[in-house]
């Protein structure tokens, strides 16, 4: 069993940045891929960034490329995102998320475990 908490969320002028923190309990962290997602009012839950369980793999969604940033430290059982030059179409409900298996994917079937969300609301 993982259980994901996630912080960092809050209001933010577009351009700026936030940090989003996933810590994550159970031992079996460092050998699993983990995920970002989001979820805008009245939209569907999308993809937004992936890294594979030792961080050598990531896959971004096109929209985030090139402003945000996935890592992880297996030490402490942490995922971080950061996110810069913020846009107000980035505003939504931001989910961590923990796969089984070491590979990244962008599928939300994919995934197993998921935090609480945090929100994140970027004012233009």
């Known amino acids: 069993q993982v259980q994901l908490v996630e912080s960092g969320g809050g209001l933010v002028q577009a351009g700026g940045s936030l940090r989003l923190t996933c810590a994550a309990s159970g031992r079996t962290f460092s050998s699993v891929a983990m995920g970002w997602f989001r979820q805008a009012p009245g939209k569907e839950r999308e993809f937004v960034v992936a890294i594979s369980s030792s961080g050598g793999t990531t896959y971004y969604a096109e929209s985030v490329k090139g402003r945000f940033t996935i890592s992880r430290d297996n030490v402490k059982n942490t995922v971080y995102l950061q996110m810069n030059s913020l846009k107000p179409e980035d ?13 990244v994917t962008m599928r939300r079937s994919g995934y197993d475990y998921w935090g609480q969300g945090t929100q994140v609301t970027v004012s233009s």
């Open 91 to 103: 505003t939504a409900v931001y989910y961590c998320a923990a796969r089984s298996v070491s590979a």
